[in-house]
């Protein structure tokens, strides 16, 4: 048994606890790394709680106060820094919605929240890490052909790379849409490529038609077919699209581990590794500041915005709402070069 079972079950004697498949089934409506960090997020405040002797559910305002000032004062042992201000987001919801699933009444935050608040204040001030939003940079065109400069495109991991990178440009992905790609699921007509692709926030599928593009170097419909017919030569007719390749050219073997299969035994690349795919690739390009999977996605909505296309439009590529908040920011950055008000004053 967890700790978190452990603290859950005298919280719950009062209130009809959900079953094991109910809750299985709440967490599934989340992402696995969302899953993840809720789980230790929660596992960390019951020990907490266990460790002053208090109460842990239902959670009152004063010890969420008292929660969060605790963790915005306590070096993690990774870091050696206090928590960013968004992990402390993060961690709230984790435990309103721990209530949510035990038939709890959601617990009082808005003290807590005050205190981060606060303490992002202070941390701007100061000029200290997480007082500033960490944006990824985005991946504009430009980018995208210096990227594309860095790789041997005769190479099986030269054209995974390719496709990777221009496909997850102009059908706006998040690396694990791009990754959950299999060999057989692009569609070829005259005008490209059809996608369907699954979204994983909005937790449907989408339809992405992808065109040819001007220049052949930059084209994601030429970059996807040489991968997949290099994927076929190699033996792989069905399976994921983006796989491990070793570095003699092969695609890699099932991973193990003390003698035991790890990772997906068909070789499919995980979110992670096609974001460290962009950041390696940015590195060789001889780019500065944080370059990830979600650079092409905000690169696609960057380049849309300036290129004159419609917020819808964009939104329906890309998978987002139509009234998407992140996307209609987006938007509103505009250039600020070309949108600057200073320019002809």
């Known amino acids: 048994m967890t700790e978190l079972e452990r603290h859950e079950q005298p919280a719950a004697l009062a209130v009809r606890q959900l079953s094991p498949e109910a809750r299985a089934a709440l967490a599934a409506g989340r992402a696995d790394s969302t899953r993840r960090a809720y789980r230790e997020d929660r596992e960390a405040y019951l020990a907490w709680c266990a460790k002053r002797r208090e109460q842990p559910l239902p959670a009152t305002q004063e010890m969420l106060v008292e929660y969060v000032t605790h963790l915005t004062r306590t070096p993690r042992p990774r870091t050696g820094r206090p928590s960013a201000p968004s992990s402390l987001e993060r961690m709230l919801s984790a435990i309103t919605t721990m209530h949510a699933e035990l038939n709890l009444p959601k617990p009082e935050t ?57 496909l997850g440009y102009a059908a706006a992905t ?83 581990r003390r003698g035991k299969p790890i990772g997906d035994p068909s070789g499919r690349l995980t979110a992670d590794a096609a974001s460290d795919v962009i950041e390696r690739l940015a590195e060789a390009a001889g780019f500065e500041g944080r370059w990830r999977g979600h650079s092409l996605r905000r690169g696609f909505a960057t380049a849309a915005q300036r290129g004159g296309a419609s917020l819808v439009r964009t939104a329906r590529q890309g998978g987002w709402a139509d009234n998407s908040t992140s996307l209609a920011r987006y938007f509103d950055e505009g250039d600020p070069w070309e949108d600057n008000p200073v320019m002809g004053l």
């Open 174 to 256: 998040r690396s694990s849409e791009l990754i959950g790609l299999d060999i057989g699921e692009p569609t070829e007509c005259d005008e490209g490529y059809i996608i369907s692709i699954y979204r994983v926030k909005m937790k449907k599928f989408t339809d992405s038609a992808i065109p040819y593009g001007k220049n052949p170097a930059t084209c994601p419909v030429r970059a996807l077919r040489s991968l997949i017919t290099a994927m076929r030569e190699a033996g792989r007719t069905e399976g994921p699209l983006f796989v491990r390749i070793d570095r003699h050219g092969r695609i890699a073997p099932p991973m193990m």
């Open 110 to 166: 808005k003290g807590a929240r005050t205190v981060i608040a606060g303490y992002k204040h202070q941390l701007a001030i100061d000029k200290k890490p997480g007082g500033k939003q960490r944006q990824v940079k985005a991946a504009l065109p430009t980018a995208l052909r210096k990227m594309l400069d860095v790789l041997d495109r005769d190479t099986l991991i030269g054209k995974r790379d390719a496709a990777m990178l221009l």
